[in-house]
T-cell receptor, first 111, second 112 residues
Framework: EDQVTQSPEALRLQEGESSSLNCSYT??????LFWYRQDPGKGPEFLFT???AGEEKEKERLKATLTKKESFLHITAPKPEDSATYLC????????????FGKGTKLSVKP | NAGVMQNPRHLVRRRGQEARLRCSPM?????VYWYRQLPEEGLKFMVY????????ESGMPKERFSAEFPKEGPSILRIQQVVRGDSAAYFC??????????FGPGTRLTVT
């Protein structure tokens, strides 16, 4: 069964303490891996799309990377406002474009 | 540039009533996806629509749930005879040019 697994489920960091979130996937024919940020009570906010192994994307303190089996979201020197749930999703060859989501990593950054 | 709009933001229904959730995609977008998010669960795909056409409804429960996207007006997700298990956040997403999806703020349905 196609799956997307994110780890850890929750991560607590001190402000300025860099870390990485993991997303592993087991779909056939990856057609894109997507990272989203979701704040409580809101809809997911699009961050990045990655299409092929070796690709990297950056935005402010966030950097997303992709291998053949997993993706990492690196957070450099996080700030309290980076606290949110980060969702990973994949689009695969057998779908009509719908996304399969992981359960997310809840990030808390303490000042 | 207006984003994806959903209404109502919160909806309370008693068991057995009908719930109608509306979604207007981003301007110029004509493809809409609906997802459901249960507490402590990930977002789950329900249905994918184009104007006047259902492309993929493989994630939609077979009974009580239906969706449409008419030529004019918003997409509508309809849940008949709601049960407590239907309580969830329902999100729609608008399809961008590179395959990314832009989500609305969601409708939080509570069934009492």
């Amino acid at each position: 069964e196609d799956q997307v697994t994110q780890s850890p489920e929750a991560l607590r960091l001190q402000e300025g303490e860099s870390s990485s979130l993991n997303c592993s996937y087991t779909v056939s024919g990856l057609r894109g891996l997507f990272w989203y940020r979701q704040d409580p009570g809101k809809g997911p906010e699009f961050l990045f799309t990655l299409y092929s192994a070796g690709e990297e994307k950056e935005k402010e303190r966030l950097k997303a990377t992709l291998t053949k089996k997993e993706s990492f979201l690196h957070i450099t020197a996080p700030k309290p406002e980076d606290s949110a749930t980060y969702l990973c999703a994949v689009r695969y060859g057998g779908s009509q474009g719908n996304l399969i989501f992981g359960k997310g990593t809840k990030l808390s950054v303490k000042p | 540039n207006a984003g994806v709009m959903q209404n109502p933001r919160h909806l309370v229904r008693r068991r057995g009533q009908e719930a109608r959730l509306r979604c207007s995609p981003m301007k110029g977008h004509s493809h809409v996806y609906w997802y459901r998010q249960l507490p402590e669960e990930g977002l789950k795909f329900m249905v994918y629509l184009q104007k006047e056409n259902i492309i993929d409804e493989s994630g939609m429960p077979k009974e009580r749930f239906s969706a449409e996207f008419p030529k004019e007006g918003p997409s509508i997700l309809r849940i008949q005879q709601v049960v407590r298990g239907d309580s969830a956040a329902y999100f729609c997403a608008s399809l961008g040019q590179m395959g990314e999806q832009y989500f609305g703020p969601g409708t939080r349905l509570t069934v009492t």
